[in-house]
């Protein structure tokens, strides 16, 4: 296929997709056998806003009516009974679209010869041999309305894909090809986070819900894919701790509650909105809190910001450059400080009115 | 072959099948279990436990700064991670020859305590009590469930729940009363957390030598308060688990021996007194004993030690089911510890992990998990040692030493008392977790409230001695140190579901070598080059089954209790296959109506 036409056929499927009917109900099928820690699935119900159940329960109006089925939380015993929509979906007989959602990075089976595998989902029936993560991919994504990509592992490949890993882990970009569209003519949908930040999560996936509904249109993407108003801000320009950057006064160790450039934050170069955010309920954080940023939502994770506490090269320079301004500044203030720290002075207890009133006065 | 005895049984000739549940659900990580069933004499006599990922967490660590070890270990769980960088900082602190301040024990301590708290809770009752359930006993043993409708609970005046069945509703997923609350509790506790770690479940403030956790007044009061919310929710999951389990063993006597094992447990002891620990090796006798959870062996209700050095001298990694290639020609990292003792060259200062993907055979090689053993000088044996999911263990091993004895907690005589103050409608609490005849799935099922409530409890002593830090001025919260050219370092601590050890060597201020066993490997581990059974094959082979559906619709519940009994954490998986040279008669895998969710 030419770019040229492949252009042309995502932009008519993308033209398909804004005349989409809505629809009434979809399947979030989640796969967390990538290579993952279930971390995401975790953080997920760590939610709020809304949280998951709200989102199954139909408490959020305008929605599809949402079946999740995710291993963690399946009231299934397992086995068959749980994977039988997926079955399903791979045979392209499931009654609902669906929303293929991957946690966990997708590890390179080309690279095992012979027989193995690196991760499995359920068993090959003809073989009784584990069903690769890759099978999986094949089969679905072709047939998936949207993906989804949780967490840097499966958006970027992440910790698992550092280097010196064996498995050859990538992301599911990496895996499908950028320019992947699913059947609605989206692309994949990536939420960075070690692990995911609970409400950007919820968010991004209540944005691909009412689209499906027919209500919105596609969630704006960046060019890594990520969703643009969660990720379109670093770190710093959200940290509370980013004036003391500022004013060049900088922590040298953890114990100090100023900036931590020196002490191995990445908060400044990195796009992610948690400080700004909080982890949970506004609490918590990273920098804002004293914990340093490692860059866990980008995809240079982990090995562009190893050693993590370490200060990262551009640091030093820039902490440098702004050491005289943010000296002069800091001085200055501290002047300006001190005089606003007064009372004027016609506040006081003597038998005399000396605040200038005047019942009269006029310009 | 088995660790546990065989039980007795009148015997019918057998009528054998083949069940697998792969994936186990309502788990963290991959788990396949294979079994085969005698349903003529109802009873699972064989089971193969497979876990299907690697990723290889000590391969590309090699050559890493050392200081990077707990920001990356912490990503080996989704659920627990937290723990991991708690014990790598415990061990990089062995290593450098450092100390953290005292408030930043404290900080980590009260984050490790909202850990234990938030996870036990969402584990029992949004993932666990679903096997316990008015829908699951409904579909499983409906004569069991009848009868809960016509029995009182005898804690009733504390929950709330006037019977058996109106708690099993209670668990129904995603519409029972406890399950929709645990959901909420579970993000008070996150919240209580991130007070104190940052982030959950990857923290963002733990380092090596203390925290960046500034002590303001306002993330202890924050905390306390979200605690005292959520104290009465404690003290009624200890009273609803006691009533559940209580009436299971009267409903359907007999299954005291499902998923019983013979007793051997491990816990590696969890919580620093920042008094005693100084993370030196020589003295990690003295400062094991004073963490406020008490490590310790326990081999047939004995305990064999409480040593920290003994502990970790004893750990073996065998091969035997495994991907895997043996290491065992390697050049040994580490030939003495500090105390010139020996090292042997399979413990996991010495591993060399050499993965080699391959197909499965139940026969031969079939998972992706080693089987950790603990050697046991006294009968020259590799003892396949449980965590009974981490509580059942640690309340054992605190009970039988019998050392702590602090504000809210106290030990001996069997047993372990917690005191939980005054809540929003139920007065204040004394609990008395005792030691029980079995180690079975029941009992890992109610030990895990009580441990909640000991965080609890642990959790206000912590608080009130962190204020006292505050008060007096001592808010310093990390120790610089320089990495060393070579050293070797060890941290022990409890993970939610057990054992956790992290061992590291450091050549060249390089990672030389890291290896890191969580509680899963423990549990979930296949045979090994001896023919023993890790322990979730050793529960379940042999087990009774009391599910009255027979093979056609059988859903496996006795089986599923048993497995989830040890919470299990495997980004990894169970498998279950029938004996060799055994003909198949039926093979299928069980289904579950889910009618709800």
Redesign the interface.
Known sequence: MTSESHTTAARERIERSEEHEGIDEITILWIS?G?????????L??A?QP?I?DV??GLIPGLPKVNLVN??????????????PYRQAARGELDTPFILVIEGSVPNQDI?E??????????DPATG??QTINWWIDQLAPKAWAVVAAGTCATYG???G??????G?MGLGDYLGWDYRSTAGLPIVNVPG??IQPENFMETLVWVLQHAAGDAPPPPLDHMLRPQWLFGKTVHEGCDRGSYYEQADFGL???S?KC?VKTGCWGPVVNCN?PKR????G????PN????C?G?TMPGF?DAF?????EPPGGTLSSMVIKPYGAIIRRLRGVTNEMVNHEPKWRHRKNKLTSGYDPYWRP | MTTTESRPTGRKPAQIVDMSWDPVTRIIGNLGIYTKIDFANREVTECHSTSSLFRGYSVFMKGKDPRDAGFITSRICGICGDNHTTCSNYAQQMAYGIKPPPMAEHITNLGEAAEYMFDHTIYQDNLLFVDYCEAMVKATNPGVLARAERTASPRGDIHGYRTIADIMRSYNPFEGEVYKEALKISRVTREMFCLMEGRHVHPSTLYPGGVGTMPQPGIFTDYLSRLMHIIDFVKKSVAMADDIFDFFYEALPGYEEVGRRRILLGCWGAWQDPAVADYRYATMNEWGKAMYVTPGVIVDGKLVTNDLVDINLGIRIMLGSSFYDDWVNEQPFVTHDPLGNPVDMRHPWNQTTVPVPQKREFDGNYSWVMSPRWYHKETDKHLALDTGGGPLARLWSTALSGLVDTRYVSSGGGSVRIQLPKGESLPETTLEWRIPQWSNTIERGRARPYFVAYAAAMALQFLEESMELLRAGETKVFQDFEVPDEAIGCGFHEAVRGVLSHHLVIKDKKIANYHPYPPTPWNASPRDIYGTPGPYEDAVQGQPIFEENGPDDFKGVDIMRTVRSFDPCLPCGVHMYMGKGKTLNVVHSPTYGANHG
């Open positions: 056998e290579m993952s820690c279930d971390g995401d699935t975790v953080s119900t760590a709020m949280s159940e199954v329960l291993k963690v939380l399946s009231p299934s015993l397992g086995g068959e009974d749980f994977l039988t095992i012979g027989d193995g595998f690196w991760t499995s989902f359920g068993n041999q584990p992440g910790i698992h550092m280097a010196g890993n064996p498995t882990s070690c692990p160790d953890y114990n509650p931590m948690v909080g982890w949970m309920a609490i918590g954080g990273c809190v004293g914990g340093i490692i866990c982990p190893m050693p993590f506490m370490d």
